[in-house]
């Protein structure tokens, strides 16, 4: 763990730990994240396929929970029958979540309308088992409030993954039900209207992530990211917020914790 940092409680609420990137160590990544405090990992699905590899990961790991969904890149690939599979899915126990899910018009991998229906059958599905919903949103902003207005939440909440809103989008998914995530990219150098965010929203809404093994935190920017490497994102959101890492990373984890009604 030498030069790795660690906090007593951490949680990573969103990684991708069955991609390709990690199979020639994945125990050992799994380890290291133990070590540096991290009590919980939320595995983020994409696709059915991940949303099944998700589970059985969950299965092998008790600090390790699975959710299952069709990110907006993969919408226009998705099978027929995706949303009765979907509910399927959500029965298991180490579900405990729906997504991610959303709008990307940064790449626009899957046509817009193909996203947005899928994003909408995703929200029905959520809203019918009552499982929050992890969101993804990347240069849609209005059109992901929109569907969200329409379609409305599960009871049971949901978050906006990686934020990348200015503070009035974020006071606008919050007062829908959304708590907010942030990732790696709060400690860039040009990330000063997330580190305005950050610094603002209240502490009980606020989750730490590393969408692993994307977006690595500085000082390990350029290098494939893993989850014992949110204890950069704890300790830069504690120096924005004028408190300790320590005290970030256990509000976030009971944030957690509620969210995804894990028992800890």
């Not at 994307?214 to 408190?243: C, D, H, I, M, Q």
């Amino acid at each position: 763990m030498s030069g790795i940092k660690s906090f007593p409680y951490l949680v990573d609420s969103h990684a991708h730990l069955d991609f390709k990137d990690f199979n020639k160590d994945r125990e050992e990544v799994l380890v290291r994240a133990e070590k540096a405090g991290v009590k919980v990992i939320i595995n983020a699905a994409y696709d059915l396929e991940s949303s099944h590899k998700a589970v059985q990961l969950a299965e092998q790991h008790s600090f390790i929970y699975a959710s299952a969904g069709i990110h907006p890149h993969d919408a226009g690939k998705a099978a027929a029958d995706y949303s009765h599979r979907l509910e399927e899915l959500s029965i298991h126990p180490k579900v405990v979540a729906l997504g991610e899910m959303g709008l990307d018009y940064y790449r626009d991998r899957s046509p817009r309308q193909v996203q947005q229906e899928v994003f909408r059958k995703q929200l029905r599905v959520a809203i019918k088992v009552n499982l929050p919903v992890i969101i993804h949103d990347r240069d849609a902003h209005e059109d992901v409030l929109y569907i969200l207005e329409e379609e409305g939440l599960p009871a049971a909440g949901g978050v906006m993954h990686c934020f990348s809103g200015d503070y009035d989008l974020a006071q606008r998914v919050m007062e829908m039900g959304l708590d907010i995530s942030v990732a790696g990219p709060v400690t860039y150098s040009k990330s000063a209207k997330l580190a305005s965010v950050v610094s603002s929203v209240p502490l009980d809404r606020l989750l730490l992530e590393t969408d692993a093994p994307f977006l690595s935190p500085v000082p390990l920017r350029g290098k494939r990211n893993e989850p014992s490497y949110v204890a950069y994102v704890a300790e830069r959101v504690a120096a924005l917020r004028g408190t300790t890492g320590e005290k970030v990373g256990r509000s976030c984890l009971e944030n957690a914790r509620r969210l995804f009604g894990l028992e800890l």
